[in-house]
């Protein structure tokens, strides 16, 4: 079975400094995974994906992820945090459905950025 | 403009009443999804759709139901035997084995 573990709820940063979201994931096999970004009261945004091809993987307004193996883990980072970059973040591992892409949800972290 | 859309952004439900949310994608995706979202506990599936006229439970299907009458369109009836329907309603839709396409919502109150 899949499942994915953020491990922290909250993150603040001040604006400018580097930005650490961490995620560790359980998979039998190799899994795809995904980071979302959650501004309030909107639909979900894919940030980027790994699908077994590099693993490093730079996605939209300026994050990247890097897929580790040996650690199980999926963290997503950032070399300066902006204010707009303030939202909550999901790491998701998409599970074997029997055919469909069933997506699993970390719980999420709530990102802060003060000026 | 290719997207998903949800109505209403912002619904209210009374004791015993059902309602229903509407959601409609036009990028011609065959599977469709509903999620429900609570406070401090990332999206949980209630129902899935791979295909028109099928439809699938999720993990938390009970009080809810669903059809599939059109590609582009899987709305979400929360009926008055979900004890808890207050929160945030997602409806996505994907390309097979691929991520997932969001809309932006909708809030249900219970009054």
């Known amino acids: 079975a899949q499942s994915v573990t953020q491990l922290d709820s909250h993150v603040s940063v001040s604006e400018g400094t580097p930005v650490l979201l961490r995620c560790n994931y359980s998979s039998s096999y190799s899994p795809s995974l995904f980071w979302y970004v959650q501004h309030p009261n909107k639909g979900l945004q894919l940030l980027l994906k790994?699908?077994?091809?590099?693993?490093l993987v730079k996605g939209i307004n300026g994050f990247e992820a890097e897929f580790k193996k040996s650690e199980t883990s999926f963290h997503l980072t950032k070399p300066s945090a902006h204010m707009s970059d303030a939202a909550e973040y999901f790491c998701v591992v998409s599970g074997s459905g029997g055919g469909y892409n069933k997506l699993i949800f970390g719980a999420g972290t709530r990102l802060a950025v003060h000026p | 403009d290719g997207g998903i859309t949800q109505s209403p952004k912002y619904l209210f439900r009374k004791e015993g009443q059902n309602v229903t949310l509407s959601c409609e994608q036009n990028?011609?995706?065959?599977?469709m999804y509903w999620y429900r979202q609570d406070p401090g506990q990332g999206l949980r599936l209630i129902y899935y759709?791979?295909?028109?006229?099928?439809?699938q439970k999720g993990d938390i299907a009970e009080g809810y139901s669903v059809s599939r009458e059109k590609k582009e369109s899987f709305p979400l009836t929360v009926t008055s035997a979900q004890k808890n329907p207050t929160a945030f309603y997602l409806c996505a839709s994907s390309p097979p084995s691929s991520e997932q396409f969001f809309g932006p919502g909708t809030r249900l109150t219970v009054l």
């Open positions: 759709s791979q295909i028109v006229n099928d439809f």
């Open positions: 990028l011609n995706h065959d599977a």
């Open positions: 790994y699908t077994s091809a590099a693993t």
